[in-house]
């Protein structure tokens, strides 16, 4: 079972506009997540992560909500530029899980 | 030059065929992991090795096997190759800690059995 959802497989926004990306987990164990960006033939790299003692980290354009309740986090981008176009996955971990658990992605197109 | 490297970068390979992907990395970092990432399905983590002598099984090991024959390099065998393991292959590499450590991933051979 998909323990980390994306459950937008693409998402398309105006250069300059906020983008919104959602992820959705159901392992209440989770207690640490991550965000990844991956251009075309790359592999993935590290965007910006969020620890559940926390519901909110800021990182330039780039901030991270955790609704722990919801077992919901979004990714925010503000203002979204055509360099953002991008696959972006969520990642979740728990202590004894031994690995981080990642979403489905999502593939963010910023129409100049 | 890239820190974590995959060779190759692309192969096509027959149903049945041995083949090896390779990782290396000069990040000094002790852990190690392979991924699969499939259309609709994300990164799926394969196997994991935390040092030289310790080999992990991930969520979807079966069909696989692996050799980490030095910190620096660890590779990937599918013994019988399928069709349905026609997917991109990434590997990474993190940190010792927690578990929690950002991982950074090479740029992913692409396979495709026949």
């Known amino acids: 079972d998909q323990q980390v959802k994306q459950n937008s497989p693409s998402l398309s926004v105006q250069e300059g506009r906020i983008s919104i990306l959602n992820c959705d987990y159901t392992?209440?164990?989770?207690?640490?997540f991550l965000w990844y960006k991956k251009y075309p033939a790359e592999g993935p790299t590290f965007l910006i992560s969020?620890?559940?003692?926390?519901d909110k980290n800021e990182d330039g354009r780039f901030t991270v909500f955790l609704n722990k309740s919801a077992k919901h986090l979004s990714l925010h981008i503000v203002p979204s530029q055509p360099g953002d176009s991008a696959v972006y996955f969520c990642?979740?971990?728990?202590?004894?899980?031994?690995?981080?658990?990642f979403g489905t992605g999502t593939s963010l197109t910023v129409i100049p | 030059d890239a820190d974590v490297t995959q060779t190759p970068r692309n192969r096509i390979t027959k149903t049945g065929k041995r083949i090896m992907l390779e990782c290396s990395q000069t990040?000094?970092?002790?852990?190690m992991y392979w991924y699969r990432q499939d259309p609709g399905l994300g990164l799926r983590l394969i196997y994991y090795s935390f040092d030289v002598k310790d080999i992990n099984k991930g969520e979807i090991s079966d069909g696989y096997s692996v050799s980490r024959q030095a910190q620096a390099k660890f590779s990937l065998s599918l013994e019988s190759a399928i069709p349905n393991q026609t997917a991109l292959y990434f590997c990474?590499?993190?940190?010792?800690?927690?578990?929690?450590?950002?991982?950074?991933f090479g740029p992913g051979t692409r396979l495709l059995v026949l």
């Open positions: 990474a590499t993190s940190d010792l800690g927690t578990g929690r450590e950002t991982q950074y």
């Open positions: 990040k000094g970092h002790d852990r």
């Open positions: 392992n209440s164990m989770f207690d640490y």
């Open positions: 990642a979740a971990y728990f202590d004894g899980g031994n690995q981080f658990y």
């Open positions: 969020i620890s559940s003692i926390k």
